[in-house]
């Protein structure tokens, strides 16, 4: 049981290149999410989705896309890069936290610098 | 979704002392979680206790939350150096709520 993986573990970009930040897990959870971290702040919601073909937006959307064709994953595309997006970003998900007795488990986060 | 307030910002103990953090919120919850994040790591779940729940032990862990102050604390016993992490609190109120969370509190045990 492998949890939430993300990949790559590090990512340095030029300004202007567009890549995918890979997420994946083997919980069957409906929810999964992306957030950005920035040094010394907490966490800031990207996008989520509910279900397999639902996503939507979060707090700070602009920049990212993602899709949700699987259960299992849910990528995070950076259309064209920004030295602003230089963050680190974290995958989650969890049975649907509306349900009130859930957690959220974490992927391990990918570094990204934009250059 | 409604987003926890800790406090304080930042903690720094001895090892083997007490470390109490709390969150605050503004509206009616279903549960509150607590999470811990190794620096630069993923969070990882602590805890989670719910609106009729007033104590909640785990281990050196023991959480409190009183729904009248909207308010919760985390308090962990005999600190080790291995507790230094970033503490977070994510409260729940009505179906379709995301996980959102505060800054956090900063806690250093030193050796």
């Known amino acids: 049981n492998a949890g939430v993986t993300q990949t790559p573990k590090f990512q340095v970009l030029k300004t202007g290149q567009s890549m995918t930040l890979q997420c994946a897990q083997d919980?069957?959870?409906?929810?999964m999410s992306w957030y950005r971290q920035d040094p010394g702040m907490g966490l800031r919601l990207i996008h989520y989705?509910?279900?397999?073909?639902?996503?939507d937006q979060g707090e700070v959307p602009n920049g990212y896309n993602v899709s949700r064709s699987t259960t299992e994953d849910f990528p995070l595309r950076l259309l064209s890069a920004a030295p602003s997006q230089t963050s680190v970003y974290f995958c989650?998900?969890?049975?649907?936290?509306?349900?009130?007795?859930?957690?959220?488990?974490f992927g391990q986060g990918t570094r990204l610098t934009v250059v | 979704s409604q987003q926890g307030e800790e406090d304080p910002q930042a903690l720094s103990i001895q090892e083997g002392e007490n470390a109490t953090m709390n969150c605050s919120y503004k509206?009616?919850?279903?549960?509150l979680q607590w999470y811990r994040q190794n620096s630069g790591r993923g969070l990882v779940h602590l805890i989670l206790?719910?609106?009729?729940?007033r104590e909640k032990h785990s281990g050196r862990l023991r959480v409190t939350l009183d729904t009248s102050k909207k308010s919760s604390s985390l308090l962990i016993t005999a600190s080790r150096a291995a507790d230094t992490a970033s503490y977070f609190c994510?409260?729940?109120?009505?179906?379709?709520?995301?996980?959102?969370f505060g800054p956090g509190t900063r806690l250093s045990v030193l050796p």
């Open positions: 989650a998900s969890s049975f649907y936290p509306g349900t009130g007795v859930s957690e959220a488990f």
């Open positions: 919980m069957n959870h409906e929810y």
């Open positions: 989705s509910v279900g397999a073909g639902i996503t």
């Open positions: 509206t009616s919850i279903n549960n």
């Open positions: 206790i719910r609106s009729n729940e």
């Open positions: 994510a409260p729940f109120g009505n179906y379709g709520q995301n996980f959102v």
